[in-house]
């Protein structure tokens, strides 16, 4: 008889690390830059070897990252969750355009830039019926890790979104040198430290340097303390 696979669950523990179980697979996921240094791809390196369940590091401290030595107990570290719990269409902005809208949940944003090239995506929607800027666009959208930035498509009411592997990324971010946040790919669940099953989602990233204003999620805090991971 085959042994029944866990569904992919990340649960945040109370001022501890975040717990993963349904072996889902891990590895560094770069920012790639071009010439003129804008964000325009992502480089995935190795895999870590596979575990079924193992413990992220989200204090930012720890010796062992990504994953927890127990550093947060003897740091005091105070991971108290702040982050709105209310669904993203509600907290998100509509950019209307003629083809596709632009939803923006500014809350979210971890600071990933792949929404500033080509005169940035809050400008490129008013275009979105040129074959070019919306090809353009819907990439650019659908590289932000965080999912603060989410294409729609006004024909079908639905989202367009590129679908991504069960999997868990460890942001690096060579252009301000510095490490980034984890990246939940592929609709992981998300269960706080009080038990709340966060809404279900492509894309979200969540904060391993402590520093966040927004837990569990990223806000792009790693940028200005310059969190590096190694």
Not at 64 to 76: E, V, Y
Request: proline share 7%; aromatic share 8%; with cysteine.
């Amino acid at each position: 008889m085959s042994e029944k696979k866990t569904a992919a669950t990340v649960t945040v523990t109370r001022n501890g690390p975040y717990i993963v179980t349904g072996n889902v697979p891990l590895q560094t996921q770069t920012i790639v830059t071009n010439a003129a240094g804008e964000c325009e791809s992502w480089l995935a390196g190795e895999p870590f070897p596979p575990a079924e369940k193992y413990a992220l590091c989200r204090c930012g401290r720890s010796e062992r990252k990504p994953f927890c030595d127990g550093t947060h107990t003897r740091a005091g570290f105070d991971g108290t969750e702040t982050a709105n719990r209310a669904p993203y269409r509600d907290q998100a902005e509509t950019f209307d355009g003629p083809v596709l809208a632009l939803l923006d949940a500014r809350s979210l944003c971890a600071s990933g830039r792949f929404c500033d090239p080509k005169s940035k995506v809050w400008n490129q929607v008013a275009r979105t019926n040129d074959p070019e800027v919306s090809a353009a666009f819907v990439e650019q959208v659908n590289n932000c890790p965080a999912g603060r930035l989410t294409v729609w498509d006004k024909a079908s009411r639905r989202p367009i979104e590129t679908p991504l592997p069960v999997s868990i990324g460890l942001v690096e971010d060579p252009a301000e040198g510095c490490s980034g946040p984890i990246w939940l790919r592929g609709g992981i669940s998300l269960i706080s430290a009080d038990g709340y099953a966060y809404e279900l989602r492509n894309r979200m990233t969540l904060c391993r340097c402590g520093a966040s204003k927004n837990k569990p999620f990223c806000d792009g805090a790693h940028i200005s303390i310059k969190f590096r991971a190694s």
